[in-house]
């Protein structure tokens, strides 16, 4: 009887400990939504303040992603290179960190640098806009534009890490009468590990950075549309990177902050 007693105190003891430790967490989120929702008003009456309007339900303690660096995979390049020249595609390396993959479609060549160029001689495809899109779906492209009608026009597209975009690997495709005249653009084969990033930023740091920008150059803008973390592409003798950066997309404008520098560059 008294052990029966003694473990239904303990239940309750562990009970009650863990209540408390829930209601320290609820605490603790309470505390830390009332400062996010603290930064995000003090920013936007900054912004106002300056007559720029900035976007509803700004995160504005949202953090900046985390640099990666880039491996070359030749499995997935061959994966690529042949859902555009066909299943028989043979590579041959070229050197200099060239390779170029031939098969019934034509041949497509690929650089260390991670753009790629694929102008076939005859290649016929029965629904260009679809052809795009299953690339893009496949091989991890976002859709950005298309003026294709009847088989005659442009498509573009922007490679995704992880879901985010890499703002400057985009993807080109020109048809013309339903044959596909080019395709070239930038791939990135296979993302490597995060790294370490002791210079992370957050929405704030961005946003700050920029209005300051703005005001010393007299940039002309009354809104900020939105406010995303993206990544760059960066080659170099060393390999290439994934650099974290913030786009802020302005009622003018589209301009990226650099996470760790804060230097802004304009698309």
Not at 146 to 158: H, I, N, R, V, W
Not at 186 to 215: E, H
Request: glycine content about 8%; hydrophobic content about 40%.
């Amino acid at each position: 009887m008294e052990t029966y007693r003694l473990k239904r105190i303990v239940i309750v003891l562990l009970a009650l400990v863990n209540l408390f430790l829930l209601g320290l967490l609820l605490n603790f989120r309470w505390q830390g939504s009332r400062s996010r929702q603290a930064l995000s008003q003090a920013l936007a009456e900054l912004y106002a303040d300056n007559q720029i309007q900035l976007p509803q339900g700004l995160d504005a303690s949202a953090a900046s992603l985390t640099p990666m660096g880039v491996t070359r995979s030749e499995q997935e390049e061959a994966s690529f290179a042949q859902a555009l020249v066909g299943e028989d595609a043979r590579a041959q390396d070229r050197g200099g960190g060239i390779y170029v993959y031939t098969g019934s479609y034509g041949s497509v060549r690929f650089r260390s640098s991670g753009s790629f160029d694929y102008a076939p001689p005859d290649r016929a495809v029965d629904d260009p806009e679809a052809f795009c899109r299953d690339l893009c779906e496949q091989f991890g492209y976002r859709e950005l534009s298309s003026t294709l009608d009847q088989g005659t026009g442009t498509f573009t597209a922007l490679r995704q890490i992880s879901g985010h975009d890499v703002y400057n690997c985009s993807l080109s495709a020109v048809f013309e009468d339903g044959n596909l005249i080019s395709l070239s653009g930038t791939w990135i084969s296979g993302a490597g590990a995060a790294q370490p990033d002791p210079a992370a930023s957050t929405a704030a740091d961005a946003l700050v950075d920029f209005l300051d920008y703005r005001n010393a150059n007299g940039i002309l803008c009354s809104a900020v549309r939105a406010v995303e973390p993206v990544y760059e592409l960066l080659s170099g003798a060393d390999g290439a990177s994934l650099a974290p950066r913030w786009q802020i997309t302005t009622d003018t404008y589209r301009y990226y902050v650099d996470c760790s520098t804060g230097a802004i560059l304009r698309a």
